[in-house]
C-alpha cells in the first residue's frame, strides 16, 4: 500500500495554552478559512498523539492481556468493563469534579435570584446595607452564569472525547482481532456481525461518557433541591419531589426494558447483515433462477422483525421523553395547590426560587438520569457482545524468523497427531500424521478431495490447533493459497513482488494471449488476471518472500500441462530447491496423467479420505508407470 504523501497540518491543541484551551482559540484558524470558504481535506489539522488508534489501541490492549492472565489464574472469565475502567477512570474521574460545581452552580443561581427579588418586594430606598447585598447577589448570578457557560461547553467536549476515545481503542481490537481469528472462531462469527459491532455496538460509548456522571450527581443534587425547598415552602416540596422519586424508578425499569430490546435488535440487525451478504454474493445465481420473490420476502421479514423492536425502543423513549416534558408542570401544580391549601400565601420571591430549583433538579433527575440509566444498559449488552468477539480463539502466530546460523536447521515435525475442525463430529479431520522433514526436501502431499490436504497446511500453520500428539515448526513460513487472495488489475497494478519475480512466473511469460507488462506510471484500465495467471501471481507472492519454509496449497491446478511442468521444474524444484516446501496437491497428483511433476520430489505423502496417511520415497518413480503402481501398491496396503 502506499503511503499517503498529503502533509497534514499540525494541531494547534498540542500547544495551545490555557485561556486558548478553556476558550477555544485555537479552532479560531480553522473558522477564519471555513469563513471564507468551504472547509476541505487538507485544512484539517492532524490527529493528537494520545488520539491515535494505534497508541489508544495499543494502551486497551495492555489492560485485556492483563485481564486474560488474572483470569486465567482466578478460574474466571475475564470482564471488559474492568479493563475499560482501569484504562479511563483517572481522566474520565476528573470530569466528573465538573460535573459536580456545574450542578452546584445550578442550584446557586436560584438563591441568588431569591434574594434579589427580596430586596425588591420590600425595597427601602434608605438602605444601603441591602443594597450593597443585592449587587452582590447580582455580581454572584453573573460570575456563575459565566462559569456556568465555560464549564458546560469544556465539560461536554472532553466528555466525548474520551468517549471517542473508547470508541476508537474497541474499534482498534475488533479490527486486530478479526485479522487473527482462526478458522474454527470464522464459524463461529460472521462478516455481518464484525461490520455490527464497527458501526453500531462502538458507538454507544459516545453516548453513555457523556451521561454517566449523572447517576451519582443527580441523587445529591435532588437531596439538596429538597433541603432547600424545605426552607422555602416547607412540607409543601414533599409532593413535588414524590412525583420525581416515582419517575427514577419508573426511568430504571425503562432501561432495563432498552437493555433487552438492544440485544434482540443487534442479534437481528446481525442476521440481516449476513443474509445481504449472502444475496449480494449470490446475486447471479438469483437471478438466473428467478429466485427474487422468495429472496426479497425473506429479507423482508427480518427486516420486518428488526423494525419492530426498533419500533418498542423508540416507544419507550418517547414514554422517557413525555415524563421529562410533563414532570415540571405536573410538579408545580401539585406543590403549589398543596401550598395554598395548607394556608400559606405565594409570594413572587417563593414562586421564582421554587420553580427555578425544580428546573434545575428536573433537568437532571427526568432527563440526563433516565438517558444515563438508558445508555449504560445498551452500553453493557455492547460490551457482552464485544467480548464475546475478543474471547474467540485466534490463529497460533508463527515463530519469528531464525538467525542467519541457524537458518540450515529450519525444520517440520510431526508426531501422533490429530486435529480436530469441529470436535462435535466424531471422525477427526486429521488423524494419526508422523513424519519430519527438514532443509533441502520436497514433501508432495496427495489424496483425493476432502482427504484433508489443506487441513494438514492449516495445522502447520497455526489455524488448526492440534488435539493430540506434537508438532514442531523451526523456521519462518510463507504460504500461496488455493485461491489467490487478491486479483490483481494487470498493466501497472499488479504488486511489486510480481514485478521482480523470476520470469517464469510472470503472467506475460505464460501461455495464452496476456496483456503486456506496463510501468507504474502507466495507469490504465487494464485487464482482469485469468485463473492461470491469478495463479502464477499467486505462487510468486510466495516465492518472493526471503522464508525458510514454503507451504504451497494446490499451486498448479489452474494452469495447464506443459505451464505446470515448466513451473515445477523451474520454480518449486529450481528456485525452492534449498528450502523446505510443502506443495499441497490436487488429485491430479495421485494419477499417471502428469507424473513429471511429482518424480522430482524426495518424498510424498497420501492422505485418504480415511483421515491416515502414508509415506515413500519417491527418487526411485522415474516413470509414470512405476509411480502409478507403487501408488497404487500403497493405497492396497493401506485399505488392506
Known sequence: MEKDSKETKTNPAASAGLVSKIFFWWLNPLFRIGYKRKLEEE??????????????????????DAEIQKATKELRPPSLTKCIIKCYWKPYGVLGIFTLIEEVIKVVQPVFLGKMIIYFENYDPEDMVALYETLGYAAGLSVCSIGLALLHHLYFY???????????????????????????????????????????D???????????????????????????????????????????????????????????????????TDDRIRMMNEVVSGIRIIKMYAWEKPFSALVSEVRRKEISKIMKSSYLRGLNMASFFCASKIILFITFTLYVLLGNTITASRVFVTVSLYTAV?????????????????????????????????????????PQEEKEDASVEMQDLVCYWDKSLDAPSLQNLSFSLHSNKLLAVIGPVGA??????????????????????????????QQPWQHPVWEGAAAPEVRESPPSLRPEEGHGAAPRWRPDTDRGQGATLSGGQKARVNLARAVYQDADIYLLDDPLSAVDAEVGRHLFEKCICGLLKNKPSYPGNPPAFSTCRQPTRLSSSRRSVSLQKQHNMCSTMCKHLHSSTKWHKTLRTHLGEKRA
Not at 468517549?163 to 472462531?185: E, P
Not at 462502538?202 to 454517566?212: S, W, Y
Not at 460490551?383 to 524468523?401: H, Y
Open 362 to 402: 428536573r433537568l437532571t433527575v427526568t432527563l440526563f438520569f433516565p438517558s444515563a440509566i438508558e445508555k449504560l444498559f445498551e452500553s453493557r449488552v455492547s460490551i457482552r457482545r464485544i467480548q464475546e468477539f475478543l474471547m474467540l480463539d485466534e490463529i497460533i502466530k508463527s515463530p519469528a524468523a531464525p
Open 452 to 481: 484433508g490436504k489443506s487441513s494438514l497446511l492449516s495445522t502447520i500453520l497455526g489455524e488448526l490447533p492440534n488435539e493430540k500428539g506434537t508438532l514442531r515448526v523451526k523456521g519462518q513460513l510463507t504460504y500461496a493459497a
Open 43 to 64: 485544512d484539517m489539522y492532524d490527529v493528537l498523539t494520545e488520539d491515535r488508534s494505534k497508541n489508544l489501541g495499543q494502551d486497551l490492549r495492555r489492560y485485556w
Open 158 to 200: 472532553h466528555v466525548q472525547r474520551t468517549g471517542m476515545k473508547i470508541r476508537v481503542a474497541m474499534c482498534h481490537m475488533i479490527y486486530n482481532k478479526a485479522l487473527c481469528l482462526s478458522s474454527s472462531a470464522m464459524g463461529k462469527t460472521t462478516t455481518g456481525q464484525i461490520v455490527n459491532l464497527l458501526s453500531n
Open 202 to 268: 462502538v458507538n454507544k460509548f459516545d453516548d453513555v461518557t457523556i451521561f454517566l456522571h449523572f447517576l451519582w450527581v443527580a441523587p445529591l443534587q435532588a437531596a439538596v433541591v429538597v433541603g432547600l425547598l424545605w426552607m422555602e415552602i416547607g412540607p409543601s416540596c414533599l409532593a413535588g419531589m414524590v412525583v420525581l422519586m416515582i419517575l427514577m424508578p419508573m426511568q430504571t425499569m425503562f432501561g432495563r426494558h432498552f437493555s433487552k430490546f438492544r440485544s434482540k435488535t443487534a442479534s437481528l
